[in-house]
């Protein structure tokens, strides 16, 4: 892989070629001061002071008797210096401009990843912001965007920098109606597209079966006519949506290999299709006893060090060796 390839997935690279066929976004390069303050872990974990007066977790419960016991008494000996939090005007007011444009809400993006790993601490448990606390909140909480921060270029042969010169905060559209069984990532290796698979593979939905040869006419038509001559790698991933009345919207693009997880693939398999012909290959969850053991970790699946001998290609591969057994068993046909 090449520093160049993993710049190509970056959104700000990619969104202004397909945004005709995206989700609508509104991109912001941030400060150096601001992208600091998401590195900074050596202090107290404060959120940006809000000159909208903008509250992360407005619904949270202020009990005064446990504040109480944080409190330092005079003359204890162990007062410090209070910390003094951050503050962003600037941005704070670029992003409240570019959430009303979105309609009122957003999900927040750095140039590669999303905060998935933090959405538990919003009050609405996803990554849905109305404001620039709630976006700074779960940036701050958010420990996979350290893959964004430091270590993009890690799996580079090239690699001759730890970090782009810039970064960007992607606001995109917020819309409580995606249907995640409506999610699929492609492969693309040699500029063919060799694989689609369903995106949340932790759960079994009928519906693919009934709709399988459909969605994979519908993929493999957007990719001929709007990403196979648009993007300019030969190798790399992009994961789409399908809408209820079929339209396709691309919603991201991701490396070839590396970090990115290949779902219902092995990266193996995908590296061993051939390069030439229709050999295009739709694979979903396709019964109940298929279902991918959920991931509940602090880090994104696509981050996820799968590799070889690493702790979850041991994890995945006693996992897969246990569904083939339940599968084959009396039981799983009954």
Partial sequence: MKEEEVNRCQIQEWYPKFKSVSIRTLIHELPESFVQYLLDDSGPFLLPVSISNEDALPNRIHNPEEEEDYQVSEGSGDEAEPSVPPSFPELELKIKESIETLGGAVFPKLNWSAPKDSAWISTSGTLRCATF??????????????????????????????????????????????RPEMEFRCFVQGQHLVGVSQREVTTFYPVLCEKKNDLEMLVKEFFND???????????TFDVYVT????????????????????????????????????????????QCAVRPGLKTAVPYDYLDTSPGSGWDQFLRNADEELQLQTRSPEAGA
């Fill in 244 to 287: 209820k009345d079929e339209r396709v919207k691309v919603l991201d693009f991701n490396p070839w290999g590396a970090f990115t997880l290949p779902l219902l693939f092995t990266w193996e398999e995908l590296e061993q299709k051939p390069r030439e012909g229709d050999c295009l290959e739709f694979r979903i969850v396709e019964s």
């Fill in 226 to 236: 709007n990403v196979r001559l648009q993007f300019e790698s030969e190798d790399y």
């Fill in 133 to 178: 606390s709630e976006i700074a909140l779960l940036l701050r909480s958010s420990d996979s965007l350290t893959h964004d921060l430091c270590h993009a270029y890690d799996s580079c042969s090239d690699k001759n920098m730890s970090r782009p010169p810039n970064f960007f905060l992607a606001l995109r559209k917020w819309y409580p109606s995606l």
